[in-house]
């Protein structure tokens, strides 16, 4: 299809409309926190490239299928657990080579949420991927959109780049690699399985190594507890600093623009949800915590196994300390397990409710006819519709 001079000019508004970003530029930008300051550790996401891709590769194909179209017998709650969280899907495809192969494929495939007009209020400020899967798929479309692209701007010199996105792609891109990265579910661990603490225990003079023995598997589990807590607490730390940012923006404005802040908390409060966003806000400002008393352990251990005299066979103990350890590690992950579920439950729920607190501050001040600057600080902090 040969497109007219007026589709190619709507064309180049929407090109010239976006800030565009190559995939070696995404990837720079894709590893940066989102508050500088914070980022205390060097990269703050670290999914290897090849991971993104294929990240990217289910996005555009699953888009181009359209499994993020609403189905007819879809609730509304469920709708809306989609357009948080993304839509997954299993899909026969196919692509077609440029030497006139085609190659069938069965895959899940999974298209993470988009944002618009996060940036500017222009309604050209679009979520856009181009990609060399394009051509493979035959959206035509997008193919053109490219063409028209390098018109302006030139190619890369070597070829097509392989992904060119707009910024608000990149955005929504970096919240789902976030999400992958520091997932708000519940954490699994396994204790060190019966035939693991045996096998540890095969020395031939046992009794000379037995306490090291055990002490170094009491380190490693408590290590691999401390590990999970952690990464549970940066997840939690994910979703608090978003809290934050709502926090952060109606203290930053409420003395420029004292009159609509002053609406819009009034607003807030008479619907009950600034009180219980301050309320979810201070649960967050106290951390996760789950300690295993190490010292108790291996006082326990050393007062019934590793004291002179026991008159016990080397069978007999080791079949002893196997069942202390495992059930030792067992209760306390039943007790990590339960908290977890308890705090994951939490940050769900805060989630959907920030979702439901910031569609509505955008409600409110529209209907105030607030100043776009507003709007445009909602959006940099990351609170949208």
């Known amino acids: 299809m040969v497109l007219s001079e007026q589709e190619k000019l709507e064309i180049k508004k929407i090109i010239k409309s976006n800030k565009w970003y190559t995939f070696e530029e995404a990837e720079s930008e894709l590893r940066k926190h989102w508050q500088p300051e914070n980022d205390k550790n060097g990269d703050y996401l670290t999914m290897k490239r090849s991971q993104i891709q294929k990240v990217l590769r289910s996005d555009i ?131 060190h399985s019966p035939k693991e603490i045996l096998s540890r225990m095969s020395e031939k003079n046992l009794s000379d190594h037995l306490q090291m ?56 409060s008479n619907e009950e949800l600034l009180e219980k966003f301050y309320t979810i806000l201070h649960k967050f400002n106290q951390p996760f915590e789950y300690l295993v008393d190490e010292k108790l352990i291996k006082n326990k251990f050393d007062e019934k196994y590793f004291q002179e005299n026991r008159q016990i066979s080397s069978d007999e103990l080791k079949k002893a300390v196997k069942q202390t350890i495992y059930s030792v590690e067992k209760y306390n992950l039943d007790k990590l397990e339960s908290a977890l579920s308890e705090d994951t439950d939490f940050i769900s729920k805060s989630a959907i409710f920030r979702h439901q607190i910031s569609s509505r501050i955008h409600e409110i001040l529209r209907n105030l006819n607030a100043d776009s600057l507003l709007f445009s600080s909602l959006r940099i902090a990351g609170i949208h519709e």
Request: glycine letters at 4%; a negative charge; hydrophobic letters at 35%.
């Open 213 to 268: 023995i055990v002490f170094t598997l009491i380190d490693e589990f408590i290590q691999s507890i401390n590990d999970k807590v952690l990464t549970h607490q940066e997840a939690r730390n994910v979703e608090k600093q978003r809290f934050q940012e709502i926090a952060n923006f109606l203290e930053k404005w409420k003395f420029i623009y004292s009159t609509e802040i002053q609406m819009l908390e009034t607003a807030l």
């Open 61 to 191: 194909i699953g888009t181009y299928l359209e499994i993020h179209k609403r189905k007819k017998d879809q609730s509304d709650d469920e709708w809306f657990m989609k357009t948080l969280y993304g839509w997954s899907q299993k899909e026969k495809f196919f692509l077609d080579y440029s030497d006139d192969t085609e190659k069938e494929y069965n895959e899940e495939l999974h298209v993470f949420p988009k944002y618009d007009r996060l940036f500017t209020d222009s309604e050209l400020e679009q979520s856009i991927i181009l990609s060399s899967f394009d051509e493979l798929l035959g959206d035509m479309d997008k193919v053109e959109m490219r063409e028209i692209y390098e018109e302006l701007y030139g190619g890369s010199g070597k070829g097509r780049t392989l992904y060119l996105m707009t910024e608000p792609y990149l955005f929504a891109l970096k919240h789902e690699i976030e999400r992958r990265q520091y997932p708000t579910r519940t954490l699994y661990l396994s204790p």
